[in-house]
């Protein structure tokens, strides 16, 4: 069965300060797909990245970075400098892959809400 | 483009009543989510459907239950209600899936349907 743990329930930070939302994952396919979302107060989920299990090549996006190592199954999220907009709950995913691409059935974290305090 | 339509956006219950809750997905995609967010609870996968047809089923009582129409959009119905189905009912939709190889797993989601059970 497939698990994404998100340790971290909240996290209060200062404005430009860095911040890291760890992510943890189990799953017993090769295949696999690892998400982040964001949701903002009015209640939709933002997609903000995808990574499949075959590239653990780290990405960097403006002031948001990930980093996703295989051998500890951690797909972590790095806002820097943040911003007060950043203010949200933040869920980290999983999927199964599939011969004809990603099963978009998603199991989520529990999520990380962050406060970035001006 | 318009993006995940979900109505209503607000609906209060008794316990025992039914909920039906509507979604439309982004145009050219196929394949349905409904997730559950209950507090305390996190996302929780409820139903898939693709191209018509009920893909899979997340670990929810036969009184949730839902379709997809023939042009894609979906509704999901909630009978007997009880206080615990109380929550924010998310609606997301994807690329063509099954057989078109095309679908990367990125889901797009409404901004939700607060259902309150009273």
Redesign the interface.
């Known amino acids: 069965a497939q698990k994404v743990t998100q340790a971290q329930t909240e996290i209060s930070v200062v404005e430009k300060e860095d911040v890291t939302l760890d992510c943890v994952y189990e799953t017993r396919d090769t295949t696999y797909?690892l998400?982040w979302?964001k949701q903002p107060p009015?209640?939709?989920?933002?997609?903000l990245i995808?990574r499949n299990s075959f590239d653990e090549q780290n990405e960097i996006s403006g002031r948001y970075s990930w980093n996703f190592q295989k051998s500890t199954s951690s797909f972590n999220f790095t806002i820097t400098a943040s911003q007060v907009v950043d203010s949200a709950v933040y869920?980290c995913?999983l999927?199964e892959g599939s011969k004809?691409?990603?099963?978009?059935?998603?199991?989520?974290?529990?999520?990380i809400t962050l406060s970035v305090r001006p | 483009e318009a993006g995940v339509t979900q109505s209503p956006t607000h609906l209060i219950k008794t316990r025992g009543q039914q909920a039906t809750l509507r979604c439309s997905p982004i145009s050219g995609h196929t394949?349905v989510?409904w997730?559950q967010q209950a507090l305390g609870?996190?996302?929780?996968?409820l139903l898939?459907y693709d191209e018509g047809e009920e893909r899979?089923r997340g670990n929810f009582p036969p009184r949730f239950s839902g379709r997809q129409f023939p042009n894609y959009s979906s509704e999901l119905n909630v009978n007997a209600l009880e206080l615990e189905d109380s929550a924010?009912y998310?609606c997301?939709s994807?690329q063509p899936?099954?057989?078109?190889?095309?679908?990367?797993?990125?889901?797009?989601?409404?901004?939700?349907s607060?259902l309150t059970v009273l």
């Open positions: 797909y998400f979302y009015s209640g939709e989920l933002v997609f995808r869920f995913a999927s004809t691409g990603a099963n978009s059935k998603l199991t989520f974290g529990k999520g | 394949s989510y997730y609870l996190g996302l929780q996968f898939w899979n924010l998310l997301a994807s899936g099954l057989a078109g190889g095309k679908n990367t797993g990125e889901l797009f989601f409404g901004e939700g607060r």
